[in-house]
């Protein structure tokens, strides 16, 4: 079978407070959207804005680190996947469909304390694995869903 790709990669804005659950075995789970915003010129010349919402699923550690430090207005990165799950309503008898993107890396992106970074700069530090240079110069973080995250590894 020949190689496939299901990668997405989303910068925007969460729209409210993520909402973390435990699974009965104990296993984290958030769930949050985040906006993206496009802007583009209509057939008439004018600017348009269109606002996309994306639905975010992040397990394990990553989901509480989500629930511990992201908040309704944060700018973040995602990567992640596609994922569509398929049910039958019990009401009308119909097939419903829900496409989702399940997070393996998130970066908080702007200053810390929840406060946006609006000058755009600043570096990326990603926790005991980064070089101590880029580790020391960064107000964003990433985490990953597969390093395991200390106390430590949060700058705040």
């Known amino acids: 079978m020949a190689k ?9 804005n969460l729209g409210k407070d ?4 435990f699974t009965p075995s104990g296993t984290a789970v958030a769930k949050f959207s985040l906006a993206t915003n496009e802007r583009y010129k209509d057939k008439s010349g004018e600017w348009q804005d269109r606002t996309e919402w994306h639905n975010i699923v992040a397990w394990q550690r990553l989901a509480e680190i989500v629930g511990e430090y992201v908040k309704k207005g944060n700018k973040l990165y995602i990567e992640g996947r596609l994922q569509t799950s398929s049910w039958e309503d019990k009401q009308s008898g119909e097939k419903k469909y829900r496409t989702e993107i399940i997070a393996h890396d998130l970066v908080l992106l702007g200053g810390r304390g929840g406060e946006a970074d609006h000058d755009g700069g600043g570096s990326r530090s990603r926790g005991a694995a ?12 990433e985490f990953s869903e597969g390093a ?7 700058p705040f």
Do not use: C, F, M, R
Request: glycine share 6%; no cysteine.
């Open 4 to 12: 496939s790709v299901n990668k997405v990669i989303l910068i925007g």
């Open 18 to 21: 993520p909402e973390v659950k």
């Open 130 to 141: 980064a070089g101590s240079a880029q580790a020391n110069a960064a107000p964003e973080q």
């Open 148 to 154: 395991p995250i200390t106390d430590e590894d949060i």
